[in-house]
């Protein structure tokens, strides 16, 4: 038995057709990004309110109903590789510090600044 034998009503033909024609939309370019950084800065010893992981789970606090692509929070701070971004807010995700909705893409969650100081940034 094919498992193509039943037909669904999804809009989608029944058989194969010939391409006969094509249509193509040109979009205008979006703003200037500013490019991303080469190197990720060390701040493992800088004050605790300094350090990237603080930064950046307030930026998210500030706005809790935002998601944010991971991109975005790179270029905001401009400090930081994007791999090395990717890698250190899923982490935090791991931890329960931010939310991961879907790839790339986290959300704030619910923390207080007391508790990053003392975990420290690993």
């Known amino acids: 038995m094919s498992r193509y034998s039943e037909r669904r009503d999804d809009g989608r033909p029944d058989r194969s057709r010939t391409v006969t024609q094509r249509a193509f939309t040109v979009l205008e370019p979006g703003p200037e990004q500013p490019p991303l950084?080469?190197?990720?800065?060390?701040?493992?010893?800088?004050?605790?309110?300094?350090?990237?992981?603080?930064?950046?789970?307030?930026?998210?606090?500030?706005?809790?109903?935002?998601?944010?692509?991971?991109?975005?929070?790179a270029a905001r701070f401009g400090e930081i590789?994007?791999?090395?971004?990717?890698?250190?807010?899923?982490?935090?995700?791991?931890?329960?510090?931010?939310?991961?909705?879907?790839?790339g893409l986290y959300a704030a969650t619910t923390w207080t600044p007391n508790s990053l100081q003392t975990t420290g940034d690993r």
């Open 37 to 73: 950084a080469a190197v990720s800065r060390d701040d493992r010893n800088a004050v605790p309110s300094q350090r990237r992981r603080h930064r950046i789970l307030a930026l998210l606090q500030d706005d809790p109903n935002r998601l944010w692509r991971v991109a975005e929070i």
């Open 81 to 103: 590789r994007l791999d090395t971004m990717y890698r250190q807010i899923s982490r935090w995700a791991d931890r329960g510090l931010t939310h991961e909705i879907g790839p």
